[in-house]
């Protein structure tokens, strides 16, 4: 297109058209008008960053090279693409072995926590509609996805459920600045609410602004009505700041998050909420402190005129005048020279 004062028109009338529908959206909330647009393009965005992420996978890309090189190749190029396959596979295998063990850590998680999850896979960083902090799993309203469901990994909270299509779904992230879960501290059961910042730690503001808070404290999703965004027990975060309230009647709480936002791979969308609040049984068990050394024993004895040494209990236990070692014979003046051993206090009887 020619650079006309025609195109710059109508760039300008574009740009302004897509704030607008951007404030209409905010300010919708959740019943915002363009929720249905939304969902129609997670539809169609949905099945196409599926199909992205299966073309860039190296390993389906040399099995299909290796299934197909026979017909479109001779010889020496299907030899050449099984090598290629073969060094493919091998770098991927530490990957493969990363996604076991997420997998096993999400299991053991909702086992713990007594959670129904569906298993989903990362697709998308971004969502295709919008501007927030987001991913695009590959599970859907044909998986039994719905709206405002609880989303987990092996670490932690991930995020919510917002908008779903027949087979890719978006996922709010729990660091997005409009993200906001109500916590329950460990033990003490202090309640609040934790808003996402982005890439710093999450900010926590708790009821009850006199609430003993201190680094290392840990925090859990209180859970909703009906369990719905979210369900109770998933391990939130740490504390790792506090600041004073300087005369306000709330304080706030800084907590980094357990779950690792710019690097998921494998989430699980919980589409059964516990029978019963799992209260503190999903966070990790907190590791054992080191065991307070000893203290070394001391023992007191006194050394009488004669030379006898007597411990605290009055019992003789010796005669510095039987020591075949000559530093431990009384002195011109009289002065017994016993050297103790270590640990010993020695008192002189005069």
Do not use: C
């Not at 969502?127 to 092996?154: C, E, L």
């Not at 910042?197 to 900010?203: A, H, I, N, T």
């Not at 680094?215 to 975060?237: E, M, N, Q």
């Not at 070692?325 to 017994?336: E, I, L, Y």
Request: charged share 25%; no cysteine.
């Amino acid at each position: 297109m020619r650079d006309t004062r025609e195109s710059r028109l109508l760039l300008v009338l574009l740009i302004a058209i897509a704030f607008a529908l951007i404030t209409v959206d905010i300010r919708g909330g959740e019943e915002s008008p363009v929720d249905g647009a939304r969902r129609a393009a997670a539809a169609a965005f949905g099945p196409v960053e599926n199909g992205v992420a299966a073309a860039v996978d190296p390993v389906g890309n040399a099995i299909g090279a290796v299934r197909d090189s026979g017909t479109r190749h001779n010889r020496i190029a299907e030899l050449e693409q099984q090598n290629a396959a073969l060094k493919t596979k091998l770098g991927s295998d530490d990957r493969n072995r990363n996604r076991v063990r997420e997998l096993d850590r999400m299991l053991k998680k909702s086992a713990a926590g007594q959670y129904g999850i569906k298993g989903a896979e990362v697709i998308a960083i971004g969502a295709a509609q919008g501007f927030s902090w987001t991913v695009t799993i590959d599970a859907g309203s044909n998986d039994g996805i719905k709206r405002d469901m609880t989303v987990i990994n092996g670490d932690g909270l991930v995020g919510r459920v917002t908008t779903v299509g027949p087979d890719a779904s978006t996922v709010l992230l729990a660091n997005d600045p409009d993200f906001t879960v109500g916590t329950r501290m460990e033990k003490t059961d202090e309640l609040g609410f934790a808003t996402g910042q982005g890439s710093r730690p999450l900010s926590v503001q708790f009821l009850n602004g006199k609430a003993k808070v201190k680094k290392g404290d840990r925090l859990v999703t209180f859970g909703s009505s009906k369990d719905k965004p979210f369900v109770p027990g998933v391990p939130v975060g740490e504390v790792v700041r506090v600041d004073p309230s300087g005369g306000g009647l709330t304080r706030t709480v800084y907590v980094r998050p357990y779950v690792g936002f710019t690097k998921l791979d494998i989430v699980g969308v919980v589409v059964q909420a516990p029978r019963e609040d799992p209260r503190d049984m999903v966070l990790p068990k907190q590791p054992a402190k080191p065991a307070k050394p000893k203290p070394t024993p001391t023992v007191t004895v006194t050394i009488s005129p004669n030379g006898d040494i007597v411990d605290t209990e009055g019992n003789v236990v010796g005669n510095i005048h039987e020591s075949p070692d000559p530093s431990n014979s009384p002195d011109p003046n009289g002065t017994a020279n016993a050297t103790p051993d270590a640990g010993t206090a020695v008192n002189e009887q005069r």
